[in-house]
């Protein structure tokens, strides 16, 4: 079904014409003759994403409708329908808030373009709002991660400084060196953490070595057991990698994005292998992120992209779950940067996705100190 539009006036041949034209262009209508019918419709059904109204309307005028709209359903965008030369009145339901104003008799290719763009923007403001809020959750996540890895440093701390004093007294305890070695790995293993959080809030452009990145992204994801002992990784990484300029959580996301799609694509494969490779030529750096997961059919290769495709929602026997946003968002991410996606993918064997960075992000060898550069 199409988008959903509420038609206001209380003319029923107006209503039954524009519904038609709405229909036949794939749109699904209601129709409410009058404002205060408009206004309980609107209360019932929350899915529709339009208004068009009349303004001159005898109980409940245009404006009065709008006005109530506006407070009430701030992202819902109205069209106006002013009459012939009421350009006063089209300046006025402006000013109050309507999205834009038709004049009657309706041009409905006019209408038509009008509504297209309302149903654009209603979507993009959604779009804003849902990133702003998904920020402030990471952002609410983040602190608190950081705030958790922070104090687990103190009773660390002391755990490594009485098995060290332990050791002056027994120093050929081995048992000891074990246990030194598991508090010092669970010590980088914080300081990791920390790392990576102070770093994913900053929305500076720093210098990457997308190498360090991926290896980086493979760490965290060993705390997920399937994960550590399940798949098999292959790196190759080259070693020549220039560094790049971004900021850093953008690409981040990416990849961790990229990199559970393609655990999700094994989670029922019999052999799992992950393959993580970098290259570099003159035009461009790549990374590739390759799995022996289950495959994409071609004819949903366009679709990847698009925002709220997923095929993970249906709670089958894999349990997956995904809300379609994940390469949505990488692809928003990296837009800024010029870096394009290739995929490539069989059924049954794997997939293949690679990220292009254009090599105009690659700083210079001469600019480039070995500091942080290293694998
Ligand atoms: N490596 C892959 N192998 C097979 N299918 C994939 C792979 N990567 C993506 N897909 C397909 O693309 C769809 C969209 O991926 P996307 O990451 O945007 O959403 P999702 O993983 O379903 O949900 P989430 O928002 O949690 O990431 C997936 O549901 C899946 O069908
Ligand atoms: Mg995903």
Same mark, same amino acid.
């Given at each position: 079904?199409?988008?959903?539009? *509420? *038609?206001?006036?209380?003319?029923?041949?107006?209503? !039954?014409?524009?519904? @038609?034209?709405?229909?036949?262009?794939?749109?699904?209508?209601?129709?409410?003759? $009058? $404002?205060?019918?408009? *206004?309980?419709?609107?209360?019932?059904?929350?899915?529709?994403?339009?208004?068009?109204?009349?303004?001159?309307?005898?109980?409940?005028?245009?404006?009065?409708?709008?006005?109530?709209?506006?407070?009430?359903?701030?992202?819902?965008?109205?069209?106006?329908?002013?009459?012939?030369?009421?350009?006063?009145?089209?300046?006025?339901?402006?000013?109050? $808030?309507?999205?834009?104003?038709? /004049?009657?008799?309706?041009? #409905?290719?006019?209408?038509?373009?009008?509504?297209?763009?309302?149903?654009?923007?209603?979507?993009?403001?959604? %779009?804003?709002?849902?990133?702003?809020?998904?920020?402030?959750?990471?952002?609410?996540?983040?602190?608190?991660?950081? =705030?958790?890895?922070? #104090?687990?440093?103190?009773?660390?701390?002391?755990?490594?400084?009485?098995?060290?004093?332990?050791?002056?007294?027994?120093?050929?305890?081995? !048992?000891?060196?074990?246990?030194? @070695?598991?508090?010092?790995?669970?010590?980088?293993?914080?300081?990791?953490?920390?790392?990576?959080? !102070?770093?994913?809030?900053?929305?500076?452009?720093?210098?990457?070595?997308?190498?360090?990145?991926?290896?980086? %992204?493979?760490?965290?994801?060993?705390?997920?057991?399937?994960?550590?002992?399940?798949?098999?990784?292959?790196?190759?990484?080259?070693?020549?990698?220039?560094?790049?300029?971004?900021?850093?959580?953008? *690409?981040?996301?990416?990849?961790?994005?990229?990199?559970?799609?393609?655990?999700?694509?094994?989670?029922? @494969?019999?052999?799992?292998?992950?393959?993580?490779?970098?290259?570099?030529?003159?035009?461009?750096?790549?990374?590739?992120?390759?799995?022996?997961?289950?495959?994409?059919?071609?004819?949903?290769?366009?679709?990847?992209?698009?925002?709220?495709?997923?095929?993970?929602?249906?709670?089958?026997?894999? =349990?997956?779950?995904? /809300?379609?946003?994940?390469?949505?968002?990488?692809?928003?991410?990296? !837009?800024?940067?010029?870096?394009?996606?290739?995929?490539?993918?069989?059924?049954?064997? =794997?997939?293949?996705?690679?990220?292009?960075?254009?090599?105009?992000?690659?700083?210079?060898?001469?600019?480039?100190?070995?500091?942080? @550069?290293?694998?």
């Amino acid at each position: 079904m199409g988008h959903k539009i *509420l *038609l206001i006036d209380d003319d029923a041949n107006i209503l !039954r014409m524009l519904s @038609s034209v709405f229909r036949f262009e794939g749109y699904s209508v209601i129709t409410a003759e $009058g $404002g205060r019918k408009g *206004l309980e419709i609107l209360y019932f059904d929350q899915e529709i994403e339009v208004v068009i109204c009349d303004i001159k309307m005898p109980q409940m005028d245009g404006e009065k409708v709008l006005e109530q709209i506006r407070s009430r359903y701030p992202l819902i965008p109205v069209i106006m329908l002013t009459g012939f030369l009421e350009l006063e009145t089209a300046v006025s339901v402006m000013r109050q $808030g309507a999205f834009d104003y038709v /004049t009657k008799p309706v041009n #409905n290719e006019k209408l038509l373009e009008v509504v297209e763009k309302a149903v654009r923007q209603k979507e993009r403001m959604i %779009e804003e709002l849902r990133k702003k809020g998904q920020e402030e959750k990471m952002a609410a996540l983040g602190r608190l991660t950081a =705030g958790f890895a922070h #104090n687990l440093n103190n009773p660390l701390s002391c755990i490594i400084a009485y098995a060290e004093f332990l050791k002056t007294k027994y120093p050929h305890e081995e !048992r000891l060196d074990k246990m030194l @070695s598991a508090a010092n790995k669970m010590y980088a293993i914080i300081s990791a953490m920390l790392d990576k959080t !102070r770093k994913e809030h900053e929305r500076k452009r720093v210098r990457i070595n997308l190498n360090k990145m991926l290896t980086d %992204e493979l760490e965290f994801f060993e705390a997920d057991l399937d994960f550590k002992h399940q798949v098999e990784k292959f790196l190759d990484l080259a070693d020549d990698l220039p560094d790049i300029e971004a900021v850093y959580s953008d *690409l981040s996301q990416c990849f961790s994005n990229l990199i559970k799609n393609a655990l999700d694509a094994m989670k029922m @494969s019999p052999e799992k292998k992950l393959m993580i490779r970098t290259g570099w030529n003159e035009q461009q750096l790549f990374v590739e992120i390759a799995d022996s997961g289950c495959g994409i059919k071609k004819e949903d290769l366009p679709k990847l992209f698009e925002p709220f495709y997923s095929t993970k929602s249906k709670q089958g026997e894999d =349990g997956l779950k995904g /809300t379609g946003l994940g390469l949505y968002s990488s692809y928003q991410l990296m !837009r800024p940067y010029g870096v394009t996606f290739d995929v490539q993918s069989e059924v049954g064997k =794997g997939t293949r996705f690679r990220v292009l960075f254009p090599s105009a992000l690659a700083i210079q060898p001469e600019a480039q100190t070995t500091v942080g @550069s290293t694998v």
